[in-house]
């Protein structure tokens, strides 16, 4: 059994009031990973990054977290990604990203799935048209194999204006999946769906089993015998960045440790889902309290 995970890795700058207050290794995946790694799961990063000093940086963090970066390309005469966020008055953050990305990219070794793996993928790096050969052959052999696989869009606002050209590759990639997480930011942005059941009704003919995270107010569950609403505490928050990351670690960490396969997803009673996603918010919960994007080591 083994998680893999499929996702920009790049270097995050956050900034309050104009100045730096935090710089970690980043990118939605890299940071769930962490998350796995740092709860002692075999997790491994798909993913790439250059040989230069801030790649190495990434590459060492990445390994002291015990995550295996036998599937990382590493790439020479271009820079690793940087991205600057700024946090508002809500600690929640806009980015702005800084990418030097060679004409070929992932040529790096792909793993070989089998049915009791995990397949984590999502964010703008999930559509990048670039890479997409190499993700949808990723995601035919878990399919193939009835690996388990997971999707975030993490669709911003910032790509709406791409949104017609990168629909397609959206609707695809929630067809191959086993299990959709998705905030209300996504639904809205995506297909204009105001609420938990407008977001199923939209997805729900290409895939069943929907969690619709709503920020700070709940966490909804949709599938084809369970509706269910888990109310989120309330929490100071530090920062939002890796907040809902670190909240597919968490369902991750709890279907991986279950045991839960394609096949005995839909055994899952509406206890054992409580559980399931209360791991989830609070793991959450615990990176919204400070300023690194993952939860700390040791928990």
Known sequence: MHIYTFGEALYDITFRNGQPVSAWPGGAMLNTSVSLGRLKVPVSLITEYGRDPV?????????????????VARFSGHNTTIALAFLNERNEASYSFYKDYPEKRLRGIMPV??????????????L?????????????????QNTFVYYDPNFRESHLDQLPLLKKNILENISMATLMRG???DFRNIFGAGDADEAYRAVSGRIKYLIYTASDRAVYLRTP?????????SIQTVSTVGA??????????????RKITPLTLAGLHKTEWKEIIGTAIRMSGEVCKSYENYIKPGR
């Open 225 to 233: 015998d369970i509706s269910m609403e888990i109310p989120v505490p």
């Open 113 to 126: 799935f089998s049915g009791d793996d995990f397949f984590l993928f999502g964010s703008f790096f999930a």
């Open 244 to 257: 809902g990351d670190t909240f597919n670690a968490g369902i991750a960490y709890e279907l991986f440790n």
């Open 183 to 185: 905030s209300d930011e």
């Open 55 to 71: 790649g190495t940086l990434i590459e060492d963090f990445l390994q002291k977290n015990a995550i295996s970066t036998k599937h």
């Open 128 to 144: 990048d048209t670039a890479i997409r050969p190499v993700l949808y052959s990723l995601l035919k052999e878990a399919k193939k």
